[in-house]
Every structure is written in structure tokens, then in C-alpha cells.
């Protein structure tokens, strides 16, 4: 059974930054998609940052592409999501996801419908 373990979240003022942590476990990663998805209250959750753990291809949200880089650490199968020139609308609860499959393009792993593992959160909170 897949786990996935998110951490890395706090308490950080605007133009900050902040790496989040995603343990994974359980699976076979090669074969899978990695994404980073955000809820802030009142809102419905997004898409942030996708990679695949194989050939290493990155998607991300335009709100967010130039300020968070997502990457992965094959030995410690983690990946993570690094974040600078943080903003008080980034405030959300990030949640790491696991989807396996790897054939499609960037477009299908923007929705989190199609992901099928969920870690269970971490709070991010930017203060201006």
C-alpha cells in the first residue's frame, strides 16, 4: 500500500522560503507521477507542481512557476517542493500525490482527480 508523508510546513513571512518534504512508500516510484496540490481555506484544491519520477519531466502552476521547484531523491524516495519569494496567498494546506502512470501528458496531472494516493497535509502559512 502506498504511504505518503508530507512535512517541511510552518509559520513564514512573505519573501521567505521553505522546502517541503514528501516520503514516499510502498510502491515502485519509477513508475509513477509526483504532484503537489494546495488548499486554502474557502477554496477548492490545486494544482501546485508535478514530476515524473522517472525521467524527471515538471509541470507547474503558472502562479507558482519561477518561485517553487519540485524534485525528487531517488535513494531517499522523497520528493520535494522548494519554495521561495513566498506570498500570503500561498497560504494552504499542501497535500503530496502519487498517481502511477507516467504515459500521459502534463495537462492529466493537473487534476487531482486523477491521482490516486494522498498524503494527508501540511500547513504552510505566510504572513505579509
Known amino acids: 500500500q502506498v504511504q505518503l508523508v508530507e512535512s517541511g510546513g510552518g509559520l513564514v513571512q512573505a519573501g521567505d522560503s521553505l522546502r517541503l518534504s514528501c516520503a514516499a512508500s510502498?510502491?515502485?516510484?519509477?513508475?509513477?507521477?509526483m504532484g503537489w496540490f494546495r488548499q486554502a481555506p474557502g477554496k477548492e484544491r490545486e494544482f501546485v507542481a508535478a514530476?515524473?519520477?522517472?525521467?524527471?519531466?515538471?509541470y507547474y502552476a503558472d502562479s507558482v512557476k519561477g518561485r517553487f521547484t519540485i524534485a525528487r531523491d531517488n535513494a531517499k524516495n522523497t520528493v520535494y517542493l522548494q519554495m521561495n519569494s513566498l506570498k500570503p496567498e500561498d497560504t494552504a494546506v499542501y497535500y503530496c500525490?502519487?498517481?502511477?502512470?507516467?504515459?500521459?501528458?502534463?495537462?492529466?496531472?493537473?487534476?487531482?482527480?486523477?491521482?490516486?494516493?494522498w498524503g494527508q497535509g501540511t500547513q504552510v502559512t505566510v504572513s505579509s
Open positions: 500525490a502519487a498517481v502511477a502512470s507516467t504515459a500521459y501528458g502534463g495537462s492529466y496531472y493537473y487534476r487531482e482527480g486523477n491521482y490516486d494516493y
Open positions: 510502498g510502491g515502485t516510484f519509477s513508475r509513477y507521477v
Open positions: 514530476i515524473k519520477w522517472s525521467a524527471g519531466n515538471t
